[in-house]
Nanobody, 133 residues
Framework: QVHLVESGGGSVAPGASLTLSCAAT????????IGWFRQPAGKEREGVAA???????????????GRFAISHDRVPDYQGGAKHMVYLQVDSLNPEDTGVYYCAAVAPQSACQSIDGSRFEAWGQGILVNVSS
């Protein structure tokens, strides 16, 4: 069973940068889609970025490329398996970036490329990012 845990959120000042981390375990294949989503208070969830763990392609939501960067590391564990670490770096944070950020995984190719959250099967618990002065 895929398990996702986000970390790295908190309160930051406008203009700062922040890197969120997603620790993902339980995959049975070497080519899986993992994405980042966010939901500002009172607004709909939106796709931010996604990638495939076995490839080099990255995908970004509308108006997200530029300030957002998604990346991936595969970290071997002592039991002979591995976990995936997926990072989301956000630069030049502004108050509109405030919200709960979610890591999600297991999606068909078309949903990964379009970052369609309705078709992602596994979700983390989310982590709050608050941008304020």
């Amino acid at each position: 069973q895929v398990h996702l845990v986000e970390s790295g959120g908190g309160s930051v000042a406008p203009g700062a940068s922040l890197t969120l981390s997603c620790a993902a375990t339980g995959f049975t294949t070497a080519h899986d889609c993992i994405g980042w989503f966010r939901q500002p208070a009172g607004k709909e969830r939106e796709g931010v970025a996604a990638l495939y763990t076995g490839g080099r392609n990255t995908y970004y939501g509308d108006s997200k490329k530029g300030r957002f960067a998604i990346s991936h590391d595969r970290v071997p564990d002592y039991q002979g398996g591995a976990k995936h670490m997926v990072y989301l770096q956000v630069d030049s944070l502004n108050p509109e970036d405030t919200g709960v950020y979610y890591c999600a995984a297991v999606a068909p190719q078309s949903a990964c490329q379009s970052i369609d959250g309705s078709r992602f099967e596994a979700w983390g618990q989310g982590i709050l990012v608050n941008v304020s002065s």
